[in-house]
């Protein structure tokens, strides 16, 4: 039996894109060599950030805007919370010149993007965010930006819903089985695995930070970057009504290289906060996957230490977790090099999550239309095409 499509890498992007098909046919399936969700690859930690005016590029905004429906809707068909609205904090000085993702102006963009696509928030200056935020600790002339609609998303939740939704669609799924060549046919693809051999009329790679294996020996090779990050959960000593999500939402200040989340975890459970970092590219079956007290001393010194009010040195919980980076942030989403029977989305560079529901409609679309109402020029691999050999 030929299969409509085959989803290999069922992350993020992977359940997206395998329920998103699974609306349209059941002759579909999805493989992966754990079982999501896990925590090896880019998606686990409890909690992602979504917001909507997107300081990465408003070529973002549509598939920020589109997926907020998906995780609503999901929300209807399953019973299950997935996307919880606390307000977002983004702070930062108006004239930074902080690049981030190599980039520049990214609160600029985020108020820009607001004010293009309506969306709902307000400008705060420093006194403002010291009277409503006593929680940080703010420098002279740094401004806010707050969204009302922004928030966090569950990510592990939002991967099984998807892929329940999908096994309920008539899908089938594979877990515990890794894909380990594909290859072109008349009619499609072949697909083999550890397990099985399977053929498709399309295939979907949506393997995370494994996806440079399959790039190995196309003009991409070099394209991708895999880098460790870790997240913490540091202890909170002043009063835990202050950090809860009715009083302080998901923040990213911008110009210091801090993000987080409010405490949802009780009063022994932590403030979620992390950075970025991309000193060494690493790759996903050799990855440090151990926290060390030094790493996590220098956290608190550098990042929280200055910046929160009532957050203590102890770490209650640290975890591992990887980026996969294209050169200036964008996604890929496009076929394989000159494969029209393979598609391909590397939707991360830290920032993906909140775009992954949209992103598996486009997949899906492509797969069984071959087109999708989004604009998806920005992520196509030509875009990259300086990176390319
Ligand atoms: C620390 C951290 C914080 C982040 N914070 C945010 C945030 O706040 N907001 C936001 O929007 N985004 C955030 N992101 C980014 C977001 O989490 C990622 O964009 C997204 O999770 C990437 O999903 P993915 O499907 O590409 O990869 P993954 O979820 O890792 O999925 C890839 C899957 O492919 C499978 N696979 C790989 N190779 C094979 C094979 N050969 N055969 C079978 N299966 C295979 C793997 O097992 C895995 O399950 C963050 C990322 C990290 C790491």
Known sequence: MILDAIVTGLGAMGSAAL????????????????????????????????????GEGLHFVPLTLRSYQIWRALEQLSGEEL???????????????VRTRNKSGWLTTTIEAAERFGIDHRILDTETLRQEFPQFQFQPNEVGYYEQEAGFLKPERCIAVQLDQARKNGASVH?????????????????????ATYQTRKLILTTGSWIT?????????DLLRVYRQVLYWFDIQGEYDQFTPDKLPIFILNDRGVYGFPAINGPEGGLKVATETFEHTTLPDDVNRTVSNLEIQKMYEQYVAPNFVGIGPSCVKSVVCLY??????????????????????????????KHSAAVGQILSDLALQGRTEFDIKPFQLTNFSSFTT
Do not use: W
């Open 175 to 195: 877990t515990q089985e890794r894909m380990v060549s594909f290859e072109s046919t008349v009619d499609g693809v072949i697909v083999r695995t550890d397990k």
């Open 324 to 353: 996969t980076m294209t050169p200036n942030g964008d996604f890929i989403i496009d076929h394989y090099p000159n494969n029209p029977d393979v598609l391909l989305a590397s939707a991360c560079s830290g920032h993906g999550f």
């Open 213 to 221: 294996e399959s790039l190995r020996n196309t003009p991409c090779a």
């Open 19 to 54: 329920y998103q098909l699974s609306r349209q046919t059941p002759n579909v399936a999805g493989i992966d060599q754990f079982d999501p969700p896990h925590t090896l690859g880019s998606t686990h930690g409890d909690t992602r950030i979504t917001r909507q005016a997107i």
């Open 83 to 97: 996307l919880t609205i606390t307000g977002g904090l983004f702070v930062g000085q108006r004239d930074s010149s």
